[in-house]
């Protein structure tokens, strides 16, 4: 089996624009898209507010570097977020998962947890 590449597309290429010259439209739809994201996090997803508005950052910053202007960006903004939103909770059930399985929850379980503390008060 064989890897092809093809050849690039002759022509010219588009030239670069600053971020500086998309700022007053990015944040216009940064302003009239946030609160808006951060509620559908909270409700669809039960996060809280201040992890919703977490997901929605972070789906903004990830903006920065893929949104796409030409097609949809009100679009592929709330599949982000919904996706970013699911990862957040997963890794946060996990990370309570390991907390109830490796931190003991009573007085009693955490006495007879560290078996080196015991040793040391002994000696």
């Known amino acids: 089996m064989s890897v092809t590449q ?17 700022a007053p439209e990015l944040e216009a739809f940064y302003r009239q898209f946030f609160l808006p994201l951060v509620r559908r996090a909270v409700r669809k997803q ?13 789906a903004f910053i990830l903006a920065l570097g893929k949104l796409d202007p030409s097609k949809n960006p ?13 990862n957040w909770r997963r890794k946060d059930k996990r990370h309570a998962d390991l907390l109830a399985r490796w931190e003991p929850t009573t007085p009693d379980q955490r006495k007879h947890s560290n078996p080196s503390d015991e040793e040391a008060t002994h000696e």
């Open 74 to 86: 009100k679009a592929w903004l709330y599949q982000v977020v919904d996706h970013l939103a699911r």
């Open 6 to 22: 093809t050849a690039r597309k002759p022509g010219p290429r588009p030239a670069p624009v600053s971020r500086e010259a998309y």
């Open 46 to 58: 039960g996060l809280s507010m201040e992890d919703a508005g977490d997901v929605v950052q972070d």
